[in-house]
């Protein structure tokens, strides 16, 4: 490894040592609301920083995941000196902040709200977003969302699916979703001789995984449809796997084919909660890995973005647990604790 890249790997592992731990989650858990919330991240935390403008008793749930969200992007622009990765591969991070953003302006429309969603991010993001982000406090209507994203496939994906009267929120979730990871293949084309592609691959696969579990349990779809809408990755997933888990009878016989694959060893059949929980859980463990013994600096710092996202993860899960004053248990046993 480079001198420069041991730089970076010690820079990325000193930062990761910040990271919240198991008694901060359970200090968390014990809080209110969100203003205590809030209030404990300031305070005990390495998030007192970009929250400091925030007023606990004003603080707004979307605000705060904005916030912390963007606090994840500072980080990387200050991490990236330290070594010779490529900004390019963050292309794919882009893309999945640019999603968020228009979900939730979608999900304001829905509710009749001014959309809260931050602007304030770094330069190096803000610079390669495929819209001015500078737009969206003043979005009111559809129409407005389709004018800012105009030209994008993202208008294509909006004004598909949506009008003044209704939108169908969970397909356009959907499709910006399957864009998003046809822009990480392309990626994966682009750069296949780097280590990072396994990573790469393995979010990839995974994704066709919840696919097809969402679409045997949640819809019944048969083998034919799942395999229409679906496209098998061959990863770590060959093609008769992939055939036995479209064919299995129901989410159960799915589960236990899936268990017994190269990722069961992630995750306890007996503890599934529900597919995009396990999903993280094989994701982060994956990450947690790579960031510790991984010599490609590429390699280290998605790693490192993708814990940072299921540490906001967890914070944002424990805050709509005291909104909905979900039990204790029910909201520990979410929580994806690296």
Same mark, same amino acid.
């Given at each position: 490894? @480079?001198? =420069?890249?041991?730089?970076?790997?010690?820079?990325?592992?000193?930062?990761?040592?910040?990271?919240?731990?198991?008694?901060?989650?359970?200090?968390?858990?014990?809080?209110?609301?969100?203003?205590?919330?809030? %209030?404990?991240?300031?305070?005990? +935390?390495?998030?007192?920083?970009?929250?400091?403008?925030?007023? =606990?008793?004003?603080?707004?749930?979307?605000?705060?995941?904005?916030?912390?969200?963007?606090?994840?992007?500072?980080?990387?622009?200050?991490?990236?000196?330290?070594? @010779?990765?490529?900004?390019?591969?963050? =292309?794919?991070?882009?893309?999945?902040?640019?999603?968020?953003?228009?979900?939730?302006?979608?999900? @304001?429309?829905?509710?009749?709200?001014?959309?809260?969603?931050? +602007?304030?991010?770094?330069?190096?993001?803000?610079?390669?977003?495929?819209?001015?982000?500078?737009?969206?406090?003043?979005?009111?209507?559809?129409?407005?969302?389709?004018?800012?994203?105009?030209?994008?496939?993202?208008? &294509?994906?909006?004004?598909?699916?949506?009008?003044?009267?209704?939108?169908?929120?969970?397909?356009?979730?959907?499709?910006?979703?399957?864009?998003?990871?046809?822009?990480?293949? %392309?990626?994966?084309?682009?750069?296949? @001789? %780097?280590?990072?592609?396994?990573?790469?691959?393995?979010?990839?696969?995974?994704? +066709?995984?919840?696919?097809?579990?969402?679409?045997?349990?949640?819809?019944?779809?048969?083998?034919?449809?799942?395999?229409?809408?679906?496209?098998?990755?061959?990863? &770590?997933?060959?093609?008769? +796997?992939?055939?036995?888990?479209?064919?299995?009878?129901?989410?159960?016989?799915?589960?236990?084919?899936? %268990?017994?694959?190269?990722?069961?060893?992630?995750?306890?059949?007996?503890?599934?909660?529900?597919?995009?929980?396990?999903?993280?859980?094989?994701?982060?463990?994956?990450?947690?890995?790579?960031?510790?013994?991984?010599?490609?600096?590429?390699?280290?710092?998605?790693?490192?973005?993708?814990?940072?996202?299921?540490?906001?993860?967890?914070?944002?899960?424990?805050?709509?647990?005291?909104?909905?004053?979900?039990?204790?248990?029910?909201?520990?046993?979410?929580?994806?604790?690296?």
């Amino acid at each position: 490894m @480079s001198r =420069e890249n041991q730089a970076l790997a010690s820079k990325v592992k000193s930062i990761f040592g910040n990271r919240l731990l198991a008694s901060d989650y359970e200090a968390l858990l014990l809080k209110n609301n969100l203003a205590d919330v809030v %209030s404990y991240l300031k305070q005990e +935390t390495y998030f007192g920083d970009c929250l400091q403008d925030v007023t =606990e008793s004003l603080a707004h749930r979307a605000e705060i995941e904005g916030l912390l969200s963007a606090d994840i992007y500072s980080r990387f622009a200050r991490l990236i000196k330290y070594g @010779s990765a490529s900004v390019s591969y963050y =292309e794919y991070g882009i893309v999945r902040h640019e999603i968020n953003q228009i979900l939730a302006i979608l999900r @304001s429309l829905k509710l009749n709200a001014s959309p809260r969603v931050i +602007t304030k991010l770094p330069v190096y993001v803000v610079k390669h977003m495929s819209f001015n982000v500078a737009l969206i406090p003043n979005i009111k209507t559809l129409d407005d969302l389709l004018n800012m994203v105009k030209g994008s496939e993202y208008e &294509k994906i909006i004004s598909q699916n949506a009008t003044s009267n209704n939108v169908d929120y969970l397909k356009i979730e959907a499709l910006l979703n399957d864009y998003y990871y046809k822009i990480i293949k %392309s990626h994966l084309r682009q750069k296949s @001789s %780097s280590k990072l592609t396994t990573l790469f691959k393995a979010r990839t696969e995974l994704y +066709t995984i919840t696919k097809i579990y969402r679409l045997k349990k949640y819809f019944k779809a048969d083998a034919k449809d799942i395999r229409d809408l679906t496209v098998q990755t061959n990863f &770590k997933i060959n093609k008769a +796997t992939y055939n036995n888990l479209v064919e299995s009878r129901d989410d159960q016989e799915f589960l236990k084919i899936f %268990s017994e694959t190269y990722y069961g060893r992630f995750f306890e059949l007996n503890n599934f909660l529900f597919i995009e929980h396990t999903v993280e859980q094989i994701m982060l463990k994956l990450s947690l890995q790579n960031l510790y013994f991984a010599q490609d600096p590429d390699l280290m710092l998605f790693s490192y973005l993708e814990l940072a996202r299921g540490e906001v993860e967890n914070i944002i899960n424990i805050v709509e647990g005291i909104r909905y004053e979900l039990p204790k248990d029910e909201i520990r046993n979410i929580l994806i604790i690296i």
